[in-house]
């Protein structure tokens, strides 16, 4: 089993930053992407970000430039960094984990419990 804490949501006026982390416990195999979703009310959870454990990056076209995902020395922690926020930006975020058990390549999922973002125009 694999627990992901979520940190560093908040209230913040547009234009402002804000920094999520989250930090993974449990039995993670190596071969792992880590990110971020993020769910507005009444949409559906959309990916933000996400970075592999060999180092790839994906971001959402609407957080390009603005937005930089990384993951700490211990690659048990996935960090996003959030510029120039806008009212759009407010959603809850989830980390999540997902990972490929070495014996048969099947994938697994995690999701953390859900932080809230909220930007004020």
């Known amino acids: 089993q694999v627990d992901l804490v979520e940190s560093g949501g908040g209230l913040v006026q547009a234009g402002g930053s804000l920094r999520l982390s989250c930090a993974a416990s449990?039995?993670?195999?190596?071969?792992?992407?880590m990110g971020w979703y993020r769910q507005a009310p009444g949409k559906q959870r959309e990916l933000v970000a996400s970075?592999?454990?060999?180092?790839?990056?994906n971001y959402a076209d609407s957080v390009k430039g603005r937005f930089t995902v990384s993951r700490g020395n211990a690659k048990n922690t996935v960090y996003l960094q959030m510029n120039s926020l806008k009212p759009e930006d407010t959603a809850v975020y989830y980390c999540h984990l997902v990972t490929i058990v070495p014996v048969d390549t099947t994938s697994i999922q995690y999701w953390g419990q859900g932080t809230q973002v909220t930007v004020s125009s």
């Open positions: 449990g039995s993670i195999f190596s071969i792992n992407t």
């Open positions: 970075i592999t454990s060999g180092g790839r990056i």
